[in-house]
């Protein structure tokens, strides 16, 4: 197993203190007046400012005062003891939301998921079911950005990605009915290396004996993964195993029209910003149709996300997206669904 694919034990318990860092001499002044003007008792220790862990609230506050900008400049290292860890300096915000989420490791390891339909256009049929990350940890119900932002923040982004997809497979996978394809959501910056970081995956396709032509492996945030070689390889690394990829959110300024041509996935998603609220005279009718026009150019099937009502549905029928996905047609489950309770509309749509 890769080691980045185990998820650690917090290290929050016994800091006793944050060591905080400026990037220039300007932002220091700037930070030591707010220091005082919050009364927040520190100590100097030669550039850093120590501020004990019963001021750690109060730095939710402080930070506040700078601009986005100005917080990227503010870094912190934990003290445990009297001197400051340096090998574990961060940004000032990233120890923040750490500290602010203590849960994130007892959460991490106690996921399920909801899983929603996407549908077949042409016979209004469920192709297949997307899983989405969830947990329950003391009452609450996390959903996936407090995970992810969570896991970020602990430095533990691989290890959850990978956590997440293979109990994806382990927990949904057998309650599909047959035919059905689980559509699975990774993250291509948390895999430096495909061969490796993709073993436990496999593994857990393996232990319930998956049909790996029934998986979808779908990219997420990949406008923060410009390495188009290394995005090739790990789709490449699915594919040789059987399975299908997908890029998510086409049209959203995250995935280009570039990665199509580039990457050559099996099915894009079109952003729901795309869909929602479409209508007759919409003037991104055009737009949603030329992409849609442009995928299949190059043989990649489209899932239109977002479908809310009735006419949204009509006109993604009319514009030729293959497959849907949205709370009209389904929503967030704990089960999957063999049918709709809808049938195609009547006189829409492309033969």
Not at 227 to 254: C, F, P
């Amino acid at each position: 197993m890769c080691d980045c694919q185990s998820l650690q034990p917090g290290h929050n318990s016994g800091l006793e203190g944050l060591a905080l860092y400026a990037a220039s001499s300007h932002l220091r002044r700037k930070l030591h007046l707010l220091l005082e003007a919050h009364h927040l008792a520190f100590e100097l220790h030669g550039p850093a400012f120590v501020v004990a862990a019963d001021s750690f609230t109060a730095l939710n506050v402080l930070v506040d005062s700078f601009s986005m900008t100005e917080r990227h400049e503010l870094m912190s290292t934990p003290c445990q003891g009297s001197q400051p860890d340096p090998w574990q300096t961060a940004p000032l915000v990233q120890w923040l939301h750490r500290l602010n989420t203590p849960w994130f490791v007892g959460a991490a390891q106690h996921l399920h998921f909801e899983i929603q339909p996407i549908v077949g256009l042409g016979t209004m049929q469920v192709y297949g079911h997307e899983a989405l990350v969830r947990a329950r940890w003391n009452g609450q119900h996390l959903g996936a950005p407090a995970l992810l932002n969570a896991a970020a923040a602990h430095g533990q982004a691989r290890a959850f990605d990978a956590q997440a997809r293979r109990n994806a497979i382990t927990q949904v996978y057998p309650m599909l009915p047959p035919q059905q394809r689980l559509f699975v959501n990774f993250s291509p910056s948390v895999v430096y290396n495909p061969e490796i970081c993709l073993q436990t995956t496999f593994e857990a396709c393996r232990e319930v004996g998956a049909d790996l032509s029934r998986l979808v492996f779908e990219v997420t945030e990949s406008e923060a993964f410009p390495d188009l070689k290394m995005l090739r390889r790990i789709l490449q690394r699915y594919r040789a195993e059987g399975a299908q990829v997908a890029l998510d959110d086409l049209g959203a300024g995250h995935t280009s029209l570039l990665y199509l041509a580039e990457l050559q996935p099996d099915v894009v998603k079109l952003d729901q910003a795309l869909i929602r609220g479409l209508h007759a005279d919409d003037a991104r009718l055009p737009l949603v149709e030329a992409l849609i026009s442009y995928a299949h150019a190059l043989g990649i099937q489209v899932v239109a996300e977002g479908i809310e009502t009735a006419d949204e549905l009509a006109l993604v029928m009319e514009l030729g997206s293959d497959y849907g996905q949205g709370y009209y047609l389904g929503r967030p489950a704990a089960n999957p669904v063999a049918d709709l309770p809808i049938s195609r509309p009547m006189g829409q749509g492309r033969n």
